[in-house]
């Protein structure tokens, strides 16, 4: 539901690091549990960037796999949603992945 | 209702209930560009073992930046060696800039011994309701100042006002959560005393309050035993994210097929730490406990801000 808001920080963030130069690539991490829809900030990307230095950049979203650790017996397991419990039984978790909303870089043209 | 949550070119308007007076506010990502005295800078790092500052002898062709919340800005970027393309290592958070502010409002609610609680909902779930009660309780008890935030009207606001706290309603327009920096804004105006509870009543939704960080102590999930059992279960983040869950209209259970075992039980599932309330804001039933938490953790609060700030 926030996803057009977060796609107007990802924008924020690389027009910064960007400062006036064209922007090729961006790659992004979406974990899984982030709360966040990858396929919902890639259609509102094209929009929020549109007539920007940002606007012909492709932007790659890498999901990420959600994992975490039961507090009580220790073994690590995948979480698909944030309803998943240890094997065990336990739901206290700690959760180690699957969270992140990150851009990780940007790849720009240089300015000759 | 959120495919406009981004709010481009839209304006969060706060209003002063005290005063009348009003502000408007450009939304998050078209007001930052100013922020030159805040902890919210970026700081680049030009190569991996430079700082910025010490000069730019350059021998990568990666520039590498470091955004963080309490770094400082620097100058621009000397150019890469390499000509034609860079890449540039970003690894910033996205909300990076609001969990700044949000750590700025933490920092300014420490230092004045202020608890403030993020009070989120389904809408309809009786935080307003729960509000009234607790000014009215707590009246000459606990100094309680209010942040009210809605999409749009001051009719909570004015409810509040009524109550008997200052309040400061927040109109986000078509946003539909609350942001950090919306809170900064609203405690211009609000001006809470040192040593008060400040209660932020969020916009009615279960949904993008979860990941916005207003600088709050702790989060207060309010779930209206009219809302279903399995309310948890479909809003998980926001069930997680929750110190106190407050189950609230309980003096309805006669009239509902609602299963509190199994409501607490899927509390429990996504929060085994968390306190869950049973309350009634209509008749009173479970206040008590409420009251309680509020005057320890306000007590907490001042004899901890010492240290903390």
Redesign the interface.
């Known amino acids: 539901?926030?996803?057009?808001?977060?796609?107007?920080?990802?924008?924020?963030?690389?027009a910064?690091?960007?400062?006036g130069r064209k922007v090729?690539r961006i790659i992004?991490e979406i974990g899984e549990l982030s709360?966040?829809t990858a396929d919902s900030v890639a259609f509102?990307f094209p929009e929020?960037a549109r007539g920007t230095e940002v606007a012909e950049a492709s932007l790659e979203i890498r999901k990420i796999s959600a994992l975490a650790r039961c507090e009580a017996c220790s073994a690590e397991f995948p979480t698909t949603?944030?309803?998943t419990?240890c094997p065990c039984g336990s739901?206290?978790l700690k959760r180690l992945r699957g969270e992140e909303?990150?851009?990780?870089?940007?790849?720009?043209?240089?300015?000759? | 209702m959120c495919a406009n949550c981004g709010c481009q070119g839209d304006k969060a308007v706060v209003l002063d209930l005290q005063t009348g007076e009003t502000t408007t506010m450009a939304t998050l990502h078209q007001s930052h560009s100013g922020h030159s005295h805040t902890h919210d800078h970026t700081h680049h790092h030009h190569g991996p073992h430079q700082h910025a500052s010490d000069g730019h002898a350059h021998t990568h062709d990666h520039t590498h930046q470091h955004h963080g919340p309490h770094q400082h800005a620097s100058d621009g970027h000397a150019p890469a060696q390499n000509p034609g393309v860079s890449i540039v290592d970003v690894e910033a958070r996205i909300l990076a800039k609001n969990d700044a502010l949000a750590a700025r409002n933490r920092a300014w609610f420490a230092g004045r011994e202020i608890l403030a609680l993020n009070l989120v909902s389904s809408p309809g779930a009786g935080k307003t309701t729960l509000l009234e009660r607790t000014i009215r309780d707590l009246a000459g008890e606990l100094p309680l100042y209010v942040i009210e935030g809605d999409q749009a009207t001051a009719c909570d606001g004015e409810r509040v006002r009524r109550a008997g706290a200052p309040v400061v309603q927040v109109n986000t327009g078509t946003g539909c959560h609350l942001d950090a920096e919306m809170i900064a804004r609203a405690l211009t105006a609000l001006k809470p005393a040192p040593g008060a509870v400040l209660l932020i009543e969020n916009v009615g939704n279960l949904v993008c309050p979860a990941l916005f960080d207003l600088g709050e102590r702790a989060k207060i999930v309010i779930f209206s035993v009219t809302d279903g059992e399995d309310k948890p279960l479909k809003y998980p983040h926001m069930f997680r994210a929750a110190t106190i869950v407050i189950l609230n209209k309980v003096d309805l259970l006669p009239y509902l097929d609602f299963s509190l075992a199994k409501a607490i039980g899927n509390v429990r599932q996504l929060n085994p730490e968390a306190i869950i309330l049973q309350m009634s804001s209509r008749n009173g039933e479970g206040t008590v406990d409420w009251y309680d938490w509020l005057r320890t953790r306000l007590r907490a609060r001042r004899s901890s801000a010492c240290l903390m700030s």
Request: hydrophobic residues 55%; aromatic residues 10%; negative net charge.
């Open positions: 539901m926030h996803e057009l808001s977060i796609t107007w920080n990802i924008f924020e963030l690389v910064e690091a960007a400062k090729n992004v709360g966040v509102w929020v949603s944030m309803l419990a739901f206290r909303l990150i851009i990780k870089s940007i790849e720009l043209e240089e300015v000759p």
